[in-house]
């Protein structure tokens, strides 16, 4: 058998790859595949794909020994077209949970620098302005409002309750043991949004999740609240977060995600004073690096034991 990695940013560490030698061939190739005709010459003979980016439709087509692709990340809806890949009898798995603790930290980390204004006391002292009246928040005692308890929404409670802030939280399956554990308690997204301090999202893009805070939603939030997103840049209206951050009916965001990524220089978000912005880093540790690695190999290890791990369109 053959299990091709055809758009590596790097070769692998051996005790990485060690496990799937006994599977069959490991082939790696470093960089994408500039043209169809190049991809397909990478992987034509594959059994099973360790996926970095994304794969066309006429290249699985043109692979008639493919069972498996082993996406190196979550959304692998976003590069592999799993209804195609299902007919092709193709399974596609993907890698949850891989950045948990980095996103966590991320998003921690936003809600620090709008609540100490970091980004404008360092910018006025850069600029040579000592100046201290702009008063920055505490946030012990303060409320956040996750919207989303998968694993990073988890961890995110877990951080905030250890600063002491009181932690609510709206999910499609709230689970009231999980929140005994955390210490939280579930409600509505209206009284999220508007008793929160600091609303952060946590939740997949699907159907039922594109712009689920529209104007009339972020409208219910505090004047005084910040809206932090290290999720998906869909999950919100973005026209409508800019006109209320630039009124100051809202008092900030934290946003690593964008409707267009890398974001053009013209992006409204750039021109305001009361963001923080980050260009989609929140996974990107190498701790996060290393666990997709190891996770994504394991599903092929296993898929070739007779097993099947993290499957998204099956």
């Known amino acids: 058998m ?3 990695f055809p758009d590596a940013d790097h070769h692998l560490p051996d005790d990485l790859i060690t496990p799937l030698r006994q599977y069959g061939d490991f082939q790696t190739f470093i960089g994408r595949p500039e043209t169809k005709d190049e991809y397909i010459n990478r992987v034509r003979n594959a059994d099973g794909i360790l996926l970095g980016w994304s794969i066309p439709n006429e290249v699985i087509a043109e692979c008639p ?18 209804r195609f890949a299902k007919s092709s009898g193709v399974i596609v798995t993907n890698t949850p949970g891989y950045a948990d603790n980095a996103v966590a930290e991320h998003t921690l980390s936003l809600m620090l620098s709008l609540a100490k204004n970091i980004n404008h006391n360092h910018t006025t002292v850069a600029r040579g302005i000592w100046n201290q009246s702009r008063k920055s928040i505490e946030l012990k005692g303060k409320t956040i409002g996750l919207i989303g308890l998968g694993g990073i929404g988890q961890r995110m409670a877990e951080f905030c309750k250890a600063i002491g802030m009181n932690v609510i939280c709206w999910t499609f399956n709230p689970n009231p043991v999980r929140a005994q554990k955390l210490g939280l308690s579930f409600t509505s997204i209206k009284d999220l949004l508007e008793k929160s301090d600091f609303v952060s999202l946590h939740l997949p893009y699907t159907d039922q999740t594109k712009k689920m805070l529209g104007k009339e939603e972020l409208s219910l939030m505090k004047q005084e609240a910040f809206l932090i997103n290290t999720s998906r840049a869909e999950l919100i209206d973005t026209d409508a977060l800019v006109e209320l951050l630039s009124s100051k009916r809202i008092a900030g965001a934290g946003i690593d995600v964008f409707d267009e990524e890398p974001i053009s220089n013209q992006n409204s978000l750039l021109a305001l004073d009361n963001v923080i912005l980050s260009p989609h ?3 990107n540790t190498p701790e996060a690096y290393k666990e997709i690695l190891r996770i994504s190999i394991n599903n092929l290890v296993e898929f070739f034991k007779g097993s099947i791990r993290n499957p998204v369109n099956f």
């Open 2 to 4: 053959l299990i091709v």
């Open 65 to 82: 020994n493919l069972k498996i692709i082993s996406f190196t990340g979550i959304g692998a809806s976003n590069f592999v077209d799993l």
């Open 281 to 283: 880093i929140a996974y």
